[in-house]
T-cell receptor, first 115, second 115 residues
């Protein structure tokens, strides 16, 4: 069965510094997608970045990059140059391939950016 | 991106009553998904709603408690029936858009409090 693990309930980072949010996953399906979402206090879910299991390069979207280590089954999110507006809950998620659309989410990491 | 609206945005309900949540998408989609996020928790998929067929429920969720309608390709409703305080959660609808179908978008959520 597929599983997503986020072991950091909370993280603090100084404004303008980089931070890494950890995510490990488990699946027996060779085809899968990995996602990161941001959830501010307003409650909306904001899609940040996607990594496919067959992608050769790590995904990047602006200040967000995904450190994909397939052999270790990890998909850490790196936020560079943190901003106060980055303070939010961050969820790692996975969807298996084969035409399935069910996404499972990790427990989340709450990020606090300090001025 | 997909524009998704939900009604109501929040509600406070008495135990034993029912609430119907509406989800409207700005374009036609095959599948719509309903998630629950209990306080301080991650997202859990309740069911998948396809137009013209019965919804598919995940383990732990049943149709009698969470009946779903999908009358057309842009609209769905989720009813939370015979509510108890344990049903207090954020309920989110979600769709997939994009050629690669990895782009998953969420509605703003409905914050339900059951007293």
């Amino acid at each position: 069965a597929q599983k997503i693990t986020q072991t950091q309930p909370g993280m603090f980072v100084q404004e303008k510094e980089a931070v890494t949010l950890d995510c490990t996953y488990d699946t027996s399906d060779p085809s899968y997608g990995l996602f990161w979402y941001k959830q501010p206090s307003s409650g909306e879910m904001i899609f940040l970045i996607y990594q496919g299991s067959y992608d050769q390069q790590n995904a990047t979207e602006g200040r967000y990059s995904l450190n994909f280590q397939k052999a270790r089954k990890s998909a850490n999110l790196v936020i560079s140059a943190s901003q106060l507006g980055d303070s939010a809950m961050y969820f790692c998620a996975m969807r298996e391939g084969g035409g399935g659309f069910k996404t499972i989410f990790g427990a989340g990491t709450r990020l606090f950016v300090k001025a | 991106s997909a524009v998704i609206s939900q009604k109501p945005s929040r509600d406070i309900c008495q135990r034993g009553t029912s609430l119907t949540i509406q989800c409207q998408v700005d374009s036609q989609v095959t599948m719509m998904f309903w998630y629950r996020q209990q306080p301080g928790q991650s997202l859990t998929l309740i069911a998948t709603a396809n137009q013209g067929s019965e919804a598919t429920y995940e383990s732990g969720f049943v149709i009698d408690k969470f009946p779903i309608s999908r009358p057309n390709l842009t609209f769905s409703t989720l009813t939370v029936s015979n509510m108890s305080p344990e049903d207090s959660s954020i309920y989110l609808c979600s769709v997939y858009r994009g050629a690669d179908t990895y782009e998953q978008y969420f509605g703003p959520g409905t914050r339900l409090t059951v007293t």
